[in-house]
């Protein structure tokens, strides 16, 4: 199956009319490039450890797209997250070790109500199964995994 990217007012498979559609456009073209419509399911991982949070979104298993935010706006990142990636189901976990981790559940659980409150115990040490160098995303990205169970 492929994709081509058009930005333009005509149609194609992914068509971008408006800067807002980019991330939407990229996101639907790695869905397909797997040969997929829709990724069967999203997880989005969220550290807590500074004012700074630190968001991984993990798709059918694949790390593929990580984000920086405030907790003023994590909500919008959140939906943003939700809109640009097809998805069947979808898993927000919230790392939860500390009291911005409880705070950003509290906010997010109001409007998502799946969001599941993660212990982050051990998701920024280093991990021989996860090669990711940076200790916030690296953290994220476990939470995500745990936000399922």
Do not use: W
């Amino acid at each position: 199956m492929s994709s081509k990217i058009e930005v333009s007012e005509c149609s194609g498979d992914i068509v971008i009319n408006k800067e807002e559609d980019i991330e939407l456009a990229i996101n639907k073209a790695i869905c397909e490039a797997q040969g997929k419509e829709k990724f069967n399911e999203v997880l989005v991982g969220i550290d807590t450890n500074s004012f700074r949070l630190t968001i991984a979104v993990v798709a059918d298993g694949t790390l593929i797209d990580t984000k920086q935010t405030q907790i003023e706006s994590v909500e919008d990142t959140i939906d943003s997250i939700l809109e640009s990636f097809p998805h069947n189901r979808f898993y927000i976990g919230v790392g939860t070790g500390n009291r911005l981790g409880e705070l950003v559940y509290k906010v997010l659980s109001l409007k998502f109500p799946g969001v599941k409150r993660v212990d982050e115990r051990k998701t920024s040490s280093k991990n021989p199964y996860v090669k990711i160098k940076n200790k916030d995303i690296r953290a994220a990205y476990l939470i995500a995994l745990r936000s399922t169970t």
